[in-house]
């Protein structure tokens, strides 16, 4: 079992600049890879970045460019920098963590935390 403790969400104008942070629990050393989603009203979940054991990142289009994931390994924390904020980026976001136990895998996901970006 993994879990996975969020922060750093709130209200920013659009231009703006936040950090989000996920601390993880319990099983980490079975953790292959974790990310962030976000899930915006009316609209399904997508992936946002994601970062490997490997320190590989993966980034949705969207966001190149302006976001970057990054986690330190002593702390067993995972950072989302969000720079240039758009009205768009709005959304509940979602820390994932994707383990790998004798070939099973499993997600394991935060309580999720709000971004609004408005003026």
């Known amino acids: 079992q993994v879990q996975l403790v969020e922060s750093g969400g709130g209200l920013v104008q659009p231009g703006g600049s936040l950090r989000l942070s996920c601390a993880a629990s319990?099983?980490?050393?079975?953790?292959?890879?974790m990310g962030w989603y976000r899930q915006a009203p009316g609209k399904e979940r997508e992936l946002v970045a994601a970062?490997?054991?490997?320190?590989?990142?993966n980034y949705a289009d969207s966001v190149k460019g302006r976001f970057t994931i990054s986690r330190d390994n002593a702390k067993n924390t995972v950072y989302l920098q969000m720079n240039s904020l758009k009205p768009e980026d709005t959304a509940v976001y979602y820390c994932?963590?994707?383990?790998?136990?004798?070939?099973?895998?499993?997600?394991?996901w935060g309580q999720g935390t709000q971004v609004t970006v408005s003026s």
């Open positions: 970062i490997t054991s490997g320190s590989t990142t």
């Open positions: 994932n963590a994707h383990t790998i136990v004798a070939l099973t895998t499993n997600d394991y």
């Open positions: 319990g099983s980490i050393f079975s953790i292959n890879a």
